[in-house]
Structure formats: structure tokens, C-alpha cells
């Protein structure tokens, strides 16, 4: 998109005038501010968090009892199917997205994201592409297949009907909006830091942004071609996967794994940045081995791109495959080791304030420790030849998407909730939320480790009386129900706090990083002045600056203020004005996915509002020149 | 502090921390981005070649030197467009125009040989359903041919912009950037002539695979 910034600038007539107004829905449609997007990433991903909670809950009340006929194999297969993708593409993904957008041009002391209309696209795409996906359920015919879509299971003619069409497109959509987000932000972090912010300056939870999306923009492209391959294949009558033309179904396996493991590092290393920005709060002191916890994670990202084939040990790759990423996969457990002490060592000796967002950061350490190390458990391939398929491996990998990252994305919440809003989260409903999910949990999921372990097989819609599975598999639906009462407690939570409003201070918890120099909520344009970074946690230093010589920070009161904002003179604050372009390429990116599979007269409704909106918006002027006040 | 008189902008004026413009550093990213797009499919394709197990094969169908022809038209373009931004940041704007607008030509004659080819190709019998050849080939030839597209539309938008007076010296990191992507069009075209033709057109009937004669 070339933006050319000249007042002589030709427009493309408009269809609809620019909206300029700053309320209202046009203006929530049209928005760049990165901090009404990050709601609107988070708003849209919770309701999606509350829909696959709500399959899971459909899955463990037919796992229930033995021999339950409450949902139909059909449906069973569905639900698993949307349950997986709901979580890791229209939740966890988006909801560390909300993150990255409140904080991180916060957190390195920026106006706005290097690409503001580039965000709202990410923002739209992400929305119309998790609507694409869902409107299967309209059909009847959701995907199926599961959330890794194997063929011959998911080729047309084992799997005929739309169902898996839906999903690979519904991915491919939501692939460009992540992709999108992902160049966004690696721009932003290495080109919009604050003067003196260098890299080793920067923000754990900025690092871990950083390189995620760097594992986003280069893990993405490869989920892309191997979507475009199975489309091609169910819609065109392609041979990649069929195996009576000489295609191989492995071969997806191979490219869906090569994305589907930096996937999972996309999914935990924004959690593992959030507690790294929550433990030193709350411990009162400095993040233990802060460098070591940085390059654990660039190394995390690294290596994660040479264990895929651990997804694949049983399908007789050789000795020489299975040893080799074995060890590979025993490897990348040094690097998580190497966090979980560091955090461990921050708490060491800390003065310690349990509030909830602290329960949950302690929570996910714990809870991330326990599948952290079922994790090592499968690395070994022997080993892993008897858990493929079973309860264990769906035990393991809750605990660390569970217990890690949704774990850690509640601790978020409830800590930037007062940054985000102005007042707080009640802390009494937040411990009663932490205690429950944590109890309704590991009810959940403890006793899928031996029910893996004794054999009960993943993705089978029941089981026979006489297994001795019962009294587990009723404990984890139990568990299932608790983590829902959790979560309308939050839900309680958010609503109550909104109403008898306890107002928090910008800096409410006496924190450590920039974005707690402002005032909370912070004004739309962030800082009054951008600050002169010169430390770590450069924000706690100019509060006591007496730390750095060593003087204990006992008695002391603050040095510095949040940011005073009464003067301001708004009508010398520019920042880029709204945009409905995005919008709009939003809606024609799905509308020609959704095409792909009823009309071609979609595809070219789709094409043309996208290539209209490319056009628009880079014919656009950032500013309306009458705003202009120079 | 006083924050009286504070003027608050957004943009590179304030923050830029490398020096790199933010739009030149954008499209890098993306270029890397789209590295491991194309490497999946040169990958596909290189782990499907002989795997066909009925024809046209790549000797019944590869010609190398017309593809020749289109190649080197695509690369000199990347010449072109190298004296396209030199010229527009001398600010010698008929230069510029007239590079810009050669650029648009060969890029459109690349296409043409490339629609020209998948007719021809559609014609012996050999489409993306034919066999394992047909769909890892025209796959990946297909999408760089619409990123070749892309960047054609791209230049002409670009151009009509020199025309209008609008993309000037000034600016003329918008050309660059789209130069950028141009270049890696023509780059990663390199590597697939070389992977999908020159060591390919040889290939005939793999073991295991259906003789193949033209007209069945």
C-alpha cells in the first residue's frame, strides 16, 4: 500500500464520507486508535472463548458417562473439530493480540502502531474471517475434521460436503489478518521505540511480542500454501493429498506441523511475557536474569521450527526422523526450564502482594511446569508411540494452553484492566474466579493423564461401560462446569466493576514499565511527551531513582508523577484520522472465501470491494488537509 | 513540566528508532514472509517431482526456450526499474516515466507468455487435475504469476501518480518500495526456472508411471 502524503493528493470519489465524528458506531467501524482496536480484538475473542467453552462443555457432558447418546458422532466430530480451532485461532491468538495492541506501543512510548489502517485491516479480517468459519454451523455441515484437518479424512471424497472447505478457507482468511498484525508489530517494536529504548531496554512482554510475530509472518505463509493445496484439492479437483494420483497425506502432515509447531510458541510466548510484566510487580522487585529470559525466548522461537515431526512419531518416519526429533524436542525444554526458574527466582525472597492477576501469574507457572513436563514425556519417541492419540496427549497440551496461557491472559486482564478502563477488577469476586478455575482445572484435566495412560483414545465420541473410564471422566466434566462458573464470574466481575466504578490512579499497582507513566485510561494520543528511556523498567527507576545506588526503596515516595494531561492543547494533537477502507477489504477478503465455495459471482463482489478499498486507501490522505492546522 | 505548546504528531517524525523508514522496513518483513510462502511450494513441488503417476509429463510439456525469452524479459525489468527510481530521485521525471512505463511493458509481456503457456499447456492436456505435475506446477507458477500482476497494477498506480504530479523525489521511497517487491518477484522467478524447467524438462516417465502420448 503506497500512502503518498502530498495535499495535491487525488482521491477516488468517496461512497461514503470519511467518518470524523469521535463517538458512535461509525466511529468504533472506522478506527485506527490501537487502543479501541485491542478492545474490539479482545470484546470479539472473548465471545468466540465463551463458544468453545460451550462446545467443550457439549463434548464432556457425552464423555459424561459410558455409552452416553446425548450428541450424535456426527456432531461429536464437529464440536472437537470447531472446539480446537475456536481456541487456538479465534481465542488465544486474538486475545494475545489484544495485548500486543493496547501495550506495546505503550510499553516502548509510541503515539500508534507503525501501520494504523494495517491494524484496523488485521482487526476486520480477523472478525469476518472467525464469522466465515461459524456460519458453517448454519449449514449443518461444520468442519469435521479436526482443528490438523489429516487427509484422507478430510479430502472430498472421504469428507464430502462443505464442512472442511469452510475451515481451510475460514484459516486462510484469519492467516492474512495474522500476518498483517504480525509485520505491524515488527515494524512498531523496531522502528517506533521511544528515544534510549534500546532492544536490551525494551519490555519482556515487547520481546515476547516481537518474536511472536516474527513466528506469525513466517509461520503463517506456510499454514497459507498448505490451505490453498487442500482447497485446491476439495474445490479444483487437485492431486496433493489424493493419494490414487501419486499424492502423499503425509505431506500435510509435514506442512501442517511446520506451522503447527511455531504455532504453539505463537500461542505461549505473549503469556509467558504478560506473567514476565506481572511476577516483578508484585515480588517488588527486578525480573531474575531478565537477558536469559529474552534469548530463551528468541532460542524457543528458533528451535521451534525443527521439532514438527514429534507430531508425527507414529507414522514410521524411521529411526533416524524419530531420533532426531527426539532430541530436538527434549532440547527446546532447556530454554522453557530456563524461564520457569528465572521466574521462580523472581518471587525468591520478593515481598509478595497476592492479588489475583498474581494468583494467576503463580497459577500458570505451576499449571505450565506440570504440562511442560508430560511435554518432555512425549518428546521421547518410544514413549510417545503409547500416548499418540490418547487422553494424555489432550491432558498435556490443556495444561500448557490452559493452565499457560489462558491462565496467564485472566492474570493480564485483571492487571492492565484499571490501564485499560480507569478502575479495577473487584479482587474478592477475582480470587473466588482464580480459585475456581484453578480447582475446576485440574479436576478437568488431571484425569485425563490416566485415562490417556490407560488407554482411552482422543476423538472418539464414547466408551464402554467396562473400562473403569467413568468416575474420571465424570470428575473432568465437573471440572468443565467449574471453569464455567469461573468465567461468568469474570463476566459478573466486568460488570459490577463497571458499575460501582473504584477508580485507579495511573499507576495503581506501583509498576515498573512505561505504559503506568500515563493516566488511566490513557488519552487517545498516549503520551503528552515521549520519555527518555534510560533503563530497564525505566518507569520504577524514575520513580526511585535511589534503587540504582543500591538504597532500599523503603519509605520512599515516588520521584515521579504520571503524566499530567489537563493541559493539553488538543487542537495541536495529529493522529491519523479514521478509515473505513479496511473495513471494507475486510469484508470482500471473506466475501470471496465464502465464493470460493457457492459463486463465483461472490468471489468478484469480494475482489472488487478489496481492490476498491486497496485503491481508497492508498489514495487516502492520513489527515483530511482541512484538519490541518500547521 | 509544563505541557503547555506540546505539539503531538504520530509517524516516523518523532520515533524511528533504525533510521529505516517504516514502509521500506514493512515490505522487508513482508518480503521474508513470503520467502517461506514460495518455499513451501518450490518445496511441494520439488518433493512431488517423479511422483506422477500418469502423464503429461515435464519432457511432453516443458519448453525452455520460450520461457527463456519470458525470463529474460522479467529480469531486465528489474534493470528497469532500478533506472526508474534512480531517474525519479534525480528528480529526471521523463526518465523516470519512461523506465517505469518499459517496466509495466515487460511485466505485461511476462504474463503474456505465461498465459500463452497455460493455454498452450491446457491444450496437450496437461492442467492443474492432469496429475501430481499439473497441480504442484501450476500452482506456484500461477501465484507468482498473480504477485507479478499485483506489482503490475502496483506500477501503473504508481505511474499514473508520476503523471499527476503526486510521486516526486520526495517520496520516492513509494517507488522503492515497490522496487523491493519487484526485485523478489524476479528472484524467486529465478529459482523457480531453474527448479521447474532447466533441472525438470528432462523428466520423463517416473517408475511406477503411465506412458503418456500426446492426444490421449
Known sequence: MSSIINPKQFQ?????PRPMSHSGIWYWLGTVDHKKIGTMYGIVSFFWFIMGGIEALLIRVQLSHAEADIISPELYNQLFTMHGTTMVFLVVMPLSAAFFNWLVPLQIGARDVAFPRLNALSLWVFIFGSILMNISWLTGEAPNGGWFGYPPNSTVQFNPGNGMTFWVLGLNVLGVASIAAGLNFIVTIINMRAPGMTMMRMPVFTWMTLITSILIVLALPVLAVAGIQMT??????????????????????????????????????????????????FARKPLFGYTFIIFSGALIGFMGWFVWSHHMFTVGLGPAANTAFTLSTMLIAIPTGVKIFNWIATLWGGSIKLTTSMLFSIGFIAMFTIGGLSGVTHAISPSDAQQQDTYYV????????????????????????????????NEKLGILNFILMMIGFNLQFAPMHWLGLDGMPRRIYTYAENMGWELSNLAATIGGFLIAISVLIFLINVVISRINKKLASGDPWDARTLEWSISSPPPHYNFVKIPQVEHIDDWWYKKYPGLLEGSPKQNKSPNATVEDTSNVDESKIHLPDLSYYPLFVGIGLSLAALGVIYTYALVTIGLILVFWGCIGWSTEPVNEPHKKHH | MSNQGVTVHH??????????????????????SDVMFFGTFI??????????????????????????????????????????LHYLKESKMGLAKFWLFLV?????IFIGFQVYEFSHFAHIGMTPQANLFGSTFFTLTSLHGAHVSIGILWLIFLLYNEY??????ENAVDLEMAGLYWHFVDIVWIVIFALLYLI?????????????????
Open chain 2, 164 to 169: 499527476k504530479g503526486n510521486l516526486t523525489s
Open chain 2, 43 to 84: 518445496g511441494t513441488f520439488m518433493a512431488y517431482r517423479n511422483k506422477s503417476l500418469n502423464g503429461p509429463y515435464p519432457a511432453d510439456t516443458l519448453d525452455i526456450p520460450i520461457t527463456s525469452i519470458s525470463t529474460f524479459v522479467l529480469l531486465m525489468s528489474s534493470l528497469g526499474i532500478v533506472l526508474a
Open chain 1, 232 to 281: 485446491g484439492d476439495r474445490v479444483y479437483g487437485t492431486n496433493f493429498f489424493n493419494s490414487e494420483a501419486g499424492g502423499d497425506p503425509i505431506f500435510w502432515q509435514h506442512i501442517f506441523w511446520l506451522f503447527g509447531h511455531p504455532e504453539v510458541y505463537i500461542l505461549i510466548l505473549p503469556a509467558m511475557g504478560m506473567v514476565s510484566e506481572i511476577l516483578p510487580t
Open chain 1, 12 to 16: 477516488i470519489p468517496r461512497i461514503f
Open chain 1, 394 to 425: 489432550v491432558a498435556h497440551f490443556h495444561y500448557v494452553l490452559f493452565g499457560g496461557a489462558i491462565f496467564a491472559i485472566f492474570g493480564g486482564l485483571y492487571f492492565w484492566w484499571p490501564k485499560f478502563t480507569g478502575y479495577f477488577l
Open chain 2, 104 to 108: 509495466i511493458i515487460m511485466g505485461m
Open chain 2, 11 to 32: 509517524g516516523e517524525e518523532i520515533n524511528n528508532s533504525t533510521g529505516v523508514s517504516n514502509k521500506k522496513l514493512l515490505m522487508w518483513v513482508f518480503l521474508g
Open chain 2, 200 to 216: 525438470t524438462a528432462g523428466d520423463g516417465v517416473p517408475p511406477g508411471g503411465l506412458p503418456w502420448t500426446a492426444g490421449h
